[in-house]
C-alpha cells in the first residue's frame, strides 16, 4: 500500500556530485525515520545516512562531510545529496522509510524499501 520510489542515479565521475531522491506514495498517515543505505559488491549492506522526522540527521564515518540528507514532508521525500564521489562509493543505494499508513479501517506501521538506484563512480 506505500511504495518508495528512487531516482537520481548514475555515473558519475570522481569527485563529482549526485542527487539521489525518494518518493513515498500510497495512503500515508506520517513517516518516521527516513534513509539511504548502499550495498556495494561483495559488501554487506550499510546505513549511508537517515533522518528523523524532525530533521535529525546521522551519517556513516565514510561519507561525512560529503553527503547530506535532507526530507520534504510536505512531498514525502527524502534526499541524499552526495558530492567529491569516490570510486568506494559505488554502489546500490536504497531508500528506507518507517511508515504509518491506512489499511483498509486500520491504521498500521511498516518498514519500507524501494528499488534501488545504481551509483558508479568511474575511474
Known amino acids: 500500500q506505500v511504495q518508495l520510489v528512487e531516482s537520481g542515479g548514475g555515473l558519475v565521475q570522481p569527485g563529482g556530485s549526485l542527487r539521489l531522491s525518494c518518493a513515498a506514495s500510497g495512503s500515508i498517515v506520517s513517516i518516521n525515520d527516513m534513509g539511504w543505505y548502499r550495498q556495494a559488491p561483495g559488501k554487506q549492506r550499510e546505513l549511508v545516512a537517515k533522518i528523523t522526522s524532525g530533521g535529525s540527521a546521522n551519517y556513516a564515518d565514510s561519507v561525512k562531510g560529503r553527503f547530506t540528507i535532507s526530507r520534504d514532508n510536505a512531498k514525502n521525500t527524502v534526499y541524499l545529496q552526495m558530492s567529491s564521489l569516490k570510486p568506494e562509493d559505488t554502489a546500490v543505494y536504497y531508500c528506507?522509510?518507517?511508515?504509518?499508513?491506512?489499511?483498509?479501517?486500520?491504521?498500521?506501521?511498516?518498514?519500507?524499501w524501494g528499488q534501488g538506484t545504481q551509483v558508479t563512480d568511474s575511474s
Open positions: 528506507n522509510a518507517r511508515v504509518l499508513y491506512y489499511s483498509g479501517i486500520y491504521v498500521r506501521e511498516a518498514e519500507y
